[in-house]
């Protein structure tokens, strides 16, 4: 078990008072068997009424809404948490699916017919000719190799950028720039993975990293695929790696543009500028 301490904050500072409309935040981890919350501490700055629901996805998700004018908000998390998936490499596959090509069982496709819909983005050929790379429609190729491949393939293949800007890039246009972002690796993972008949999903939440000068911990975005006998895996194309400990899942989404971590508005003539700081600490 490893043991982190995530300090997220976020500051919006207006250039005059305004009137904040509803927020919603998605910066609580998700709990399960290899993750659990040992405490969680949310201050937002001006007070704000909070009411927490699970949504479709099962994600943890606060609204806040506020009474007061103001000409900043501030909203800080803290979360100490206790990761439990040090070994993500143990698992085991149904015998079924260990192969590629293979297909769900019709009551697992019931449930994750969502996940495989490529109709979501449209790619077209670039996509096609992308995949013909790496596999062939006479081929068979062990299941996870194949995602493997893939995930090397967009490490090693295309160049990381970080994008301060709003939005996604599709498959077809981040192959088509050679760059792109942690989220636009992920969306062109999953939109793969989907043209190749797997369920796939977009995942958004933190990373941590060994510490250095100019590296304390971000949020982050990968993919998991749903393999049966394992269940839902995360699959990091942005470091070509398994989602492991370093990894905190916070929401999973159909879409990339379903998750973003503060969202909200305001009413008012003022301009706004938006500051973010992410620490992951390991904790003894």
Excluded at 25 to 38: A, F, V
Aim: with cysteine.
């Amino acid at each position: 078990m490893q043991r982190y301490k995530i300090l997220h904050r976020t500051c919006y500072n207006f250039s005059s008072a305004v009137r904040l409309d509803s927020h919603t935040l998605l910066i609580r981890p998700r709990e399960g068997h290899e993750l659990r919350i040992e405490s969680s501490i949310l201050e937002i700055t001006p007070p704000a009424t909070l009411r927490w629901h699970r949504d479709v996805e099962d994600n943890s998700v606060a609204i806040a809404t506020f009474d007061a004018f103001a000409s900043q908000l501030l909203i800080e998390s803290e979360v100490i948490i206790q990761q439990y998936n040090r070994a993500p490499l143990d698992f085991l596959m149904a015998d079924y699916a260990m192969d590629y090509p293979f297909s769900y069982t019709p009551e697992d496709r019931v449930v994750l017919a969502p996940y495989m819909d490529v109709a979501i983005r449209k790619s077209g050929d670039t996509l096609d000719q992308w995949l013909a790379n790496m596999w062939r429609l006479d081929e068979q190729v062990q299941t996870y190799a194949l995602l493997q491949r893939m995930s090397a393939q967009i490490r090693n293949g295309l160049s990381y950028r970080r994008r301060e800007e709003p939005g996604v890039q599709t498959a077809a246009e981040t192959l088509s720039y050679g760059t792109g972002s942690c989220r636009d690796f992920a969306n062109l993972f999953v939109e793969a993975a989907r043209r190749l008949g797997l369920a796939a999903r977009f995942v958004s939440g933190y990373h941590h990293a060994p510490p250095s000068a100019v590296d304390f911990g971000a949020t982050h975005a990968w993919a998991e695929v749903y393999l049966p006998g394992a269940g839902w895996k995360g699959f990091d194309p942005t470091l070509d790696e398994l989602a492991g400990t370093n990894h905190i899942a916070v929401a999973v989404a159909r879409s990339p543009e379903s998750v973003p971590p503060i969202a909200g508005s305001f009413f008012g003539a003022a301009t706004a500028s938006l500051d973010v700081g992410v620490w992951v600490n390991e904790l003894p």
